[in-house]
Structure formats: structure tokens, C-alpha cells
């Protein structure tokens, strides 16, 4: 039928119509072998690339004449070139329904080649994109979840080579989502779609409509008690990802409905961040971040380890206050002897890079006076008014006192609450004193100007190799230089990989494209293709790996090499 077809296609349509009816669920296998074989045929061979097809009706008749300059035999071919349009029209239309059926099928395997063959036809041509990406998107409600993950796959694929169909697409899915009869289930992975749409400048239109999408399923789940759902996390990802290209302020004074949406949310988004999960507080607090930031940011990396350390930088790398930095970063080091070896590296060397831009974070030494502890200070108390002072200030706990007896305490005007601080004529009890407080509540008052990294001291001694190395380099003044990705190459199924001698990947090469090409944008899996570098890309039994000079080699590898 094929070889058929490609000889002459407007005398074999009888063979065209008999391989498009093939494609029906009752023949599995040559129903699979069909749809291969004809979406190729109508691809390479039948459609035009750049053109729809149009019926007979369509057609310019009533220039027949004109268009053939009288010659009845040019005439006869003109006429039978558009009937072979309709024709074509039709059968192409018939094979795009009966995908459609197949993609209904009980079986998993049939769905998803379905789906594949839709979009495969739906990339190649603009012929009923308009039914194809209907179809395709409908089966975000399968029940499946690999055939979800198919149609999400298929769809990012499509706006990698047409990238100028995002507001199509976008225009579509939000059909889904809306829908009286769609499942919560369906929503979800709707929306995990859409916050994969990788922007550019020139889409600032289509970012300002997602956000207006995601915050009306936002006010959904609020309402709904569902602030560690799934579906949340989703919402406040693709919001962080739209949000630097939608160029919308707190500010703005225009009256924009997203700018107003945003202003309307920002409290409860900072209540989010205390009432949920880990994870939902942690994309929480990098949106809050964004909006927050005079400057635009990048986009983070994937997982949320990265996330959190890609947001700790821009966070202490953007605060003006030294001692505030300096409080965060002993403690995370402090935290940094309790964590898994990749975030401890990872931790270390985000805080050399902190150290870097500004070496005054360099807190090697300490000159605090000691003093003496709290309840060794003996404390006068002449009056009710004196006890109340001493009450709210001795214990660090916080009180909640009426204004106006606060106010008759300090003989002057009552500030209102601050944490940490009296309200009374004396300094406030953190002015006070002369070393580190680590169970500040706010790091602004813990005093870290008045202490060392001691931690670093034993980091420095810790078990891995790689952990000491970095802790010693920060406390020799040096600065942790690293191409890899730490919270990769330090995790223990990357050492069992090399302890068993497994190869790492290459990258090959299919069908004249390589696995980065054909799978996910690498934009929104960096970490999915990273590729160790230096003595880690090498096979551990190979000759050029035993060839290297031994202080070549990491010290995480010594082991391995020796």
C-alpha cells in the first residue's frame, strides 16, 4: 500500500482509504503497525508543511478559467488535483478520528502510541491541530499515570520546536482545567504541565495569564483546607517561573489585574509558610523572594535541596546587614554537622561563595568580653515598676503588655512589640551583652559579630574527605573551587556506583539526536543530564584513570584510586 501510495498517490486512494481503515482497536497489531506507517505516508508524502488542505468548495472556481488560460486539458488536471484534496481532506480527517478511538483503548500500550502519533502529526503540519491538540490534552484526565506523563512529555516536545504555541496550548489546557466534569487529579497534572513552559521575553502576555490561572486554583485550595496538597506545591511552582517574565511589581500603579492578585495573596502567603510541609513552605518562601526582590531571578534548579541553597545565596547575598548574614551562616554550619554529606558540601560552598564577594563575612576570630551568665546578676528591685521590667526582660520569652502600662514603665512614648526588645527607658537586653545568643529568635540580635565559625573546627575533622577539605579551605582563607555538582557527586549511590566499577553514561547518539534532544528541555532538567567531569567521568579501571598523578585525583576518589 505504501510503495502504492508514494508511485502515484492521486491514482491510489483506494490503497490510502484501506490503510487508513486498518487503524481500528479490533486489530491490534496491525492497527499499531497501521498508525506508523500512515502518519509517515500523510507526513512525508501527502501533507504540505506550510499549508491546510482545502475542500472542493474552498476552492477559487469561479477563477478556473482564468487560472488554466482556456487549455481544457489544464483545466481537467486542476480539477482533478482538488478533488484529490478533498479526498485527501477526508481520509485524513477519518485516520485523525479513528487515533482518537485507539487513544480510548483498555489497553496502556495502545494510548500512548496513540498519543505519540498524534503529536507526531500535530508537530509536522498545521492540518486539524486544532482537533489533534484537543485530543491530546483531553487524556491529561487518563487514569494512567504513564500515560499522563506521555501526553505532558509529547506536549513540552511540541513547544520545544514551536515555541510560538504557547498561548494555543495554554488557551486549551485552561478549557481542561475549567470544565465542570474534570477531575481534581486531571487539574493537577494540568497544571504541572503549564509550569513547565520554559519563557522568553516575548512572552510576558502568556506569563500574566498563567499567573491569573494559578492564583484562581490557588484561592480554590486556600478555601478548601488544602495547603499541603499536591496540587499547591504545583501552583506556587509555576507561579515563581512565570513571575520574572510576567514583569509585574507590588508597586505598579496601573491597576493591573495580576499586580492586584498578588497584593491580595502575599499575606497568605506568608501564613503558608508557617501552617505547611517542608516543601510547600520552601517554593513558598523562593516566590516570596521573587516578589519581594527589586531584581529579576533566574530560574532555580529542580530539586529541592538545590532549590533551598540557590535560595539561601540570593537571600544572604542581597542582605545589607553583615551581622544578620553572619548569624545565618553559623547557623548553618551548625546545622551542617547533622546533614547529609551532598547538602553539607553544597552548604560549605555556597558559604565560601558568600565569603568571596565579601570577604568582611570572614568571621575567623572573636574578641567578646566575657561576662557573666544571667542568673549570676544580681538585679535591684525597688518598686512594682521595676519587677515589671525585669519580668519582661529577664527570661527572653515573649510577653504581650498593655501599651499604656508600658508606656508608664519607660516614662516615654510605648514603641509597640518588638521581639527581643523592652519597651522601657534602658537598652534593649540584647545591647547588652557581649556574646553569641544561638536561640535568637531573630539572627539580627544573636550577636554573631561577637563569635567564630568554631564549627568549622570540627567539620574540619569530619569523616568524608571531601566535607574536610572544604571546612579546612574556608578556615585557611581559601576559596572552595568546584566545577561539579556536589549534591550529586557525593551521594552514596554515585560511590556504589564507582565502588562496583560501573561506567558513567555517555551520551549517545539516536536517529541523529542525542538523548538531551530527545528528552525533556535541558532547561528544566540541568541536573537530570549533568555530566561529572575531570577523574570522575573516567571509568575507575581504566587505563587513563590509574594514569593520573595522585594529587590529581579528589579526595573523595583516593580511596578508590589507591
Not at 516575548?202 to 506569563?207: G, L
Request: hydrophobic residues 40%.
Amino acid at each position: 500500500m505504501v510503495v502504492s501510495i508514494q508511485n502515484s498517490p492521486v491514482h491510489n486512494l483506494n490503497a490510502l482509504n484501506s490503510l487508513v481503515g486498518l487503524v481500528k482497536v479490533g486489530k491490534k497489531r496491525q492497527c499499531m503497525e497501521a498508525m506508523k506507517v500512515a502518519s509517515q505516508v500523510f507526513v512525508e508524502d501527502l501533507l504540505r508543511p506550510d499549508l491546510k488542505l482545502r475542500t472542493l468548495d474552498r476552492q477559487p472556481l469561479k477563477q478556473l478559467d482564468e487560472l488554466c488560460g482556456g487549455d481544457a486539458i489544464i483545466r481537467r488536471k486542476r480539477l482533478a488535483a482538488w478533488a484529490f484534496e478533498e479526498k485527501l481532506k477526508q481520509l485524513y480527517n477519518q485516520f485523525v478520528m479513528a487515533l482518537a478511538t485507539v487513544s480510548k483503548d483498555t489497553l496502556e500500550v495502545n494510548r500512548e502510541k496513540s498519543i505519540a502519533t498524534m503529536s507526531y502529526l500535530l508537530e509536522s503540519n498545521p492540518e486539524l491541530e486544532g482537533v489533534l491538540l484537543q485530543n491530546i490534552i483531553n487524556k491529561l484526565g487518563d487514569l494512567s499515570q504513564k500515560v499522563v506523563s506521555k501526553v505532558i512529555y509529547c506536549l513540552t516536545q511540541l513547544l520545544r520546536k514551536h515555541p510560538n504555541m504557547k498561548k494555543v496550548v495554554m488557551d486549551e489546557t485552561h478549557k481542561l482545567l475549567v470544565r465542570t466534569n474534570v477531575g481534581v487529579r486531571a487539574q493537577y497534572y494540568a497544571i504541572c504541565f503549564l509550569s513547565q513552559f520554559v519563557f522568553t521575553d516575548k512572552d510576558r502576555d502568556v506569563a500574566r495569564h498563567l499567573i491569573t490561572i494559578y492564583f484562581g486554583f490557588f484561592k480554590t485550595s486556600i478555601k478548601m483546607g488544602e495547603v499541603n496538597s499536591r496540587m499547591m506545591g504545583a501552583l506556587l511552582m509555576g507561579v515563581k517561573r512565570a513571575y520574572p517574565f510576567a514583569k509585574l511589581t507590588l508597586q505598579s500603579s496601573g491597576g493591573e489585574e495580576n499586580t492586584k492578585q498578588l497584593r491580595e495573596h502575599i499575606d497568605t502567603l506568608y501564613k503558608l509558610v508557617h501552617v505547611s510541609k517542608f516543601n510547600i513552605a520552601l517554593h513558598t518562601l523562593a516566590l516570596l523572594h521573587q516578589v519581594s526582590s527589586v531584581t529579576e531571578d533566574r530560574l532555580g534548579e529542580s530539586t529541592h535541596h538545590a532549590l533551598l541553597i540557590n535560595l539561601l545565596f540570593k537571600s544572604l547575598h542581597g542582605d545589607e546587614n553583615l551581622d544578620r548574614v553572619k548569624a545565618m551562616i553559623k547557623r548553618l554550619l551548625q546545622i551542617c554537622l547533622n546533614l547529609p554529606v551532598p547538602l553539607t558540601c553544597g552548604l560549605l560552598y555556597m558559604v565560601s561563595q558568600l565569603i568571596k564577594r565579601r570577604r568582611s563575612l570572614a568571621c575567623f576570630e572573636t574578641t567578646a568580653v566575657p561576662v557573666l551568665p544571667s542568673f549570676l546578676t544580681e538585679i535591684k528591685q525597688e518598686d512594682d515598676t521595676d519587677n515589671l521590667k525585669n519580668d519582661y526582660e529577664d527570661d527572653g520569652e515573649e510577653k504581650y503588655v498593655d501599651a499604656d502600662t508600658l508606656q508608664q514603665c519607660g516614662g516615654g512614648t510605648a514603641r509597640g512589640w518588638y521581639h527581643c526588645e523592652t519597651v522601657t527607658n534602658r537598652q534593649p537586653r540584647w545591647a547588652n551583652r557581649l556574646c553569641y545568643d544561638g536561640q535568637a529568635r531573630n539572627p539580627l540580635f544573636a550577636n554573631a559579630d561577637k563569635t567564630a565559625y568554631f564549627e568549622l573546627l570540627s567539620l574540619a575533622n569530619h569523616f568524608h574527605p571531601t566535607v574536610s577539605l572544604f571546612a579546612n579551605k574556608i578556615l585557611n582563607h581559601e576559596i572552595i573551587t568546584y566545577s561539579g555538582d556536589p549534591l550529586t557527586d557525593f551521594t552514596l549511590i554515585r560511590f556504589l556506583e564507582r565502588f562496583v566499577f560501573k561506567n558513567p553514561k555517555k551520551t549517545m547518539m539516536v536517529k541523529g539526536m542525542t538523548n538531551e534532544q530527545k528528552g525533556p528541555d535541558p532547561k528544566l532538567a540541568m541536573r537530570k543530564y549533568y555530566q561529572p567531569e575531570g577523574a570522575k567521568s573516567m571509568p575507575v579501571t581504566s587505563k587513563q584513570y590509574l594514569s593520573l598523578a595522585e594529587k590529581t585525583v579528589p579526595v573523595d576518589e583516593l580511596f578508590l584510586y589507591k
